[in-house]
């Protein structure tokens, strides 16, 4: 397999240049299908006969739970990318998407909670897929504070690096100890996802929503890893090249 | 169309309340950030352009 | 350096330090997590409970700033220089407490609701347990900052400092709880309450002077 992509996404300068000619389409087509998938989900899909249309809110839970779980894998494998190759990308890949996936898991926490009115009467329910969000969404405000507590890069660097990739090893574990939990307690059981007969005019939408988010969060972290950049490296000449350049 | 008319559309059948705070609470966190993170790298780059300007003002006239 | 210079400079340090709210909030949100996780998720053990966890939680989280309160400034000397400003020792430690107590109530008292429909507290319920907080929080703080200034110069004065003011803590936690579970099994409240804001009230008379006394014999 040809590895030179990987050893260029180490290279500041030949990320920014990348991110520069693709992050704004990839944003704007990522945000073209997340709007598509919405609307076509509010309007045009037929209403569950269980659920009613609270359903709908599936639009927005479904990705943004799946991309609150993706970006802390993908925080967490740069942590140990960071690690073992002393790529100088990583470490800002998770500065860069950490508050993001902190986002998607409020949205898909707040997104459950106020789903599980209609749908359970209660607010809020302790169950093992909303708690391990929202242990997801503490590990997350861990790796923010921690990068935002020295004052030294180099120092928080490496603070961040090693968080994430305890996390990253933690995350099975954890998921595994909340689902054994909630086997112990046994509340409401539900299963608004699985749902294995989805007709597809409920499910396209749906895809259309999680891969337009992904875009979207790809769009949105290459220019916070941009800006981090031109702080970083605002002595290096090409930067300095950029700056004066760029009319962006 | 899964809705007969746009009042029916915004009601969602009883369950508008939640539905609406739903998207509404979610799109403008998402509308935030990226809010948030272009005006970062505009301002990252007018705080270096200016920079650089200033530093080539201080040159000693050759 | 005015009184009001002085009150000013001391927001201005907790605005800019905006992570230090932010951990605070995470970490109440982490300890009401930890109770349905540790114990039972149900409502029938966590609406009865939900009172004393959000107050645990609010100690813990007031111990922890109380504690760092004039740890920075004695250690930079800026201590030093309030005490000998000429200014009254007692109103600047009261100044300096006030702004510390919006910076950890604020953001509480915005996310309480949130905190108790996590706990299943009933709505009505939600205004007496703010009555608790704001009535028996000063006391805490007032409090704590006795222990702080006792324990100042000491390099591991954390523990200790726990132990002399956890005593103390006792009423105030007794009583809030008291009033929150009274609220909850319908009966009248309000004596707790009064007993809440005597108090704090009693704190407020005593505490900045103590911990003034306290200042000035640690940094002599």
């Known amino acids: 397999m040809n590895w030179i992509w990987f050893h260029k996404l180490g290279s500041p300068k030949w990320f920014f240049h990348w991110a520069d000619r693709w992050s704004k389409l990839i944003f704007i087509f990522g945000v073209s299908l997340f709007l598509l998938g919405i609307i076509w989900g509010l309007v045009f899909a037929p209403e569950d006969y269980q659920q009613g249309n609270s359903f709908r809110i599936i639009y927005i839970h479904v990705p943004s739970a799946m991309l609150a779980q993706s970006c802390y894998l993908a925080l967490g494998i740069s942590g140990i990318v960071s690690l073992v190759w002393q790529m100088k990308m990583a470490p800002i890949f998770i500065k860069s998407v950490a508050p993001i996936g902190a986002v998607m898991a409020i949205i898909a926490l707040l997104s459950g909670a106020i789903w599980g009115k209609p749908t359970w009467g209660t607010w809020w329910v302790w169950d093992a897929r909303l708690t391990s969000v929202l242990v997801l969404f503490i590990l997350y405000m861990g790796v923010i504070a921690i990068q935002n507590s020295f004052d030294d890069t180099r120092l928080s660097d490496k603070a961040a690096v090693v968080i994430s990739v305890v996390g990253l090893i933690n995350l099975p574990i954890i998921k595994y100890s909340v689902d054994w939990w909630n086997t112990l307690h046994q509340p409401a059981t539900f299963s608004i996802i699985e749902k294995p007969s989805m007709p597809a005019e409920m499910w396209v939408p749906l895809l259309f929503c999680v891969v337009g988010l992904y875009l979207f969060t790809v769009g949105v972290t290459c220019w916070r890893m941009q800006t981090e950049l031109l702080i970083r490296e605002k002595r290096s000449n090409w930067i300095k090249a950029e700056v004066l350049d760029s009319g962006v | ?62 | 350096m005015t009184y009001l210079s002085f009150f000013k400079s001391e927001l201005k340090l907790v605005i800019r330090r905006k992570q230090d709210i932010v951990n605070s909030l995470v970490f109440f949100l982490m300890i009401v997590t930890l109770f349905p996780l540790g114990v039972n998720p149900s409502s029938s053990f966590l609406e009865p409970a939900a009172g004393g966890i959000i107050w645990c939680s609010t100690t813990l989280a007031i111990l922890m700033s109380v504690e760092t309160m004039f740890k920075e400034d004695f250690h930079d000397g800026s201590l030093e220089q309030l005490v000998i400003s000429g200014l009254y020792l007692p109103f600047l430690i009261l100044l300096k407490l006030t702004v510390q107590w919006l910076a950890v109530l604020l953001p509480l008292l915005i996310l309480s609701p949130l905190f108790s429909s996590m706990l299943f507290l009933p709505w009505s319920i939600l205004s007496v347990l703010i009555f608790t907080l704001l009535l028996g929080s000063p006391a805490l703080f007032l409090i704590g900052t006795i222990g702080a200034a006792l324990t100042l110069s000491l390099r591991r004065g954390a523990v200790l400092m726990l132990l002399i003011i956890l005593p103390f803590y006792l009423p105030v936690i007794i009583f809030a709880t008291g009033a929150i579970t009274a609220a909850q099994t319908g009966q009248d409240y309000m004596g707790q309450l009064a007993i809440l804001a005597a108090i704090s009230l009693a704190a407020l008379a005593l505490s900045p002077g103590m911990a003034a006394i306290s200042i000035k014999a640690s940094i002599n």
């Not at chain 2, 969602?12 to 609470?25: D, F, K, L, N, R």
């Open chain 2, 1 to 62: 169309m899964a809705f007969e008319s746009f009042s029916d559309f915004l009601a969602m059948g009883t369950h508008g309340h939640y539905v609406w705070s739903v998207y509404g609470i979610s799109l403008f966190l998402l509308v935030g950030i990226t809010v948030q993170s272009i005006t970062a790298k505009k301002s990252q780059i007018k705080r270096l352009r200016k920079l650089s300007l200033g530093k080539q003002n201080t040159h000693a006239p050759d």
